[in-house]
């Protein structure tokens, strides 16, 4: 995050403070289902290079355990310029290749997972290199067990996992048009 107070766009501007964070939608959710007090695991696909910055602040207040898989390539970068309190976001596309190891290991923990009691969540952006019928693969292992599938997830991925009959969807408003194909009142 770029605290930019007087931002002029085309111009060079300095920030009067930064600070940066292994986050997003997904992994603040996490937190702050732990900080109320649910156990939570977290799998995170993500750069080796992010090891350290996820186990910091997923663990920071002891409420979040990481099982981190190491995918070879870039995680998303999202910049946010916050003005005046206006914010700004601005996210870089993930480049990481979602090789056959890498994907074997997530479908380990997904169906290990999906035998406990409790949710099994999708959340957060996938690699594009997921494609639709190994996340479908994903979700008929996350729901064939005790865990009850909730999907945080858009367009595409959201009507992939649909025919899965999750437990609850959590679309935003414009993430909820986008999936009707229409919006609403």
Not at 91 to 110: P, R
Not at 135 to 156: E, F, H, K
Request: glycine share 10%.
């Amino acid at each position: 995050m770029l605290e930019t107070p007087d931002l002029k766009l085309g111009a060079v501007g300095r920030a009067a403070s930064w600070f940066a964070y292994p986050g997003g939608k997904a992994l603040n959710a996490a937190r702050t289902a732990g900080l109320l007090g649910v156990k939570v695991e977290v799998t995170a696909l993500a750069p080796s290079a992010w090891s350290a910055n996820l186990r910091e602040f997923l663990g920071k207040h002891g409420c979040v355990t990481l099982r981190h898989i190491v995918s070879p390539g870039e995680g998303r970068v999202c910049v946010m310029l916050n003005e005046r309190g206006r914010e700004t976001v601005i996210n870089t596309d993930l480049s990481m290749n979602l090789t056959k190891d890498v994907f074997q290991e997530l479908a380990g923990a997904v169906l290990k997972d999906s035998r406990r009691p409790g949710f099994i969540v999708f959340s957060g952006s996938p690699p594009p290199s997921l494609s639709v019928s190994r996340y479908r693969a994903l979700l008929r292992m996350a729901s064939s067990g005790a865990a009850d599938l909730v999907l945080d997830q858009t367009g595409r991925w959201l009507k992939a996992g649909m025919p899965f009959s999750p437990w609850i969807i959590k679309p935003n408003l414009a993430e909820f048009h986008s999936a009707i194909g229409r919006r609403t009142r």
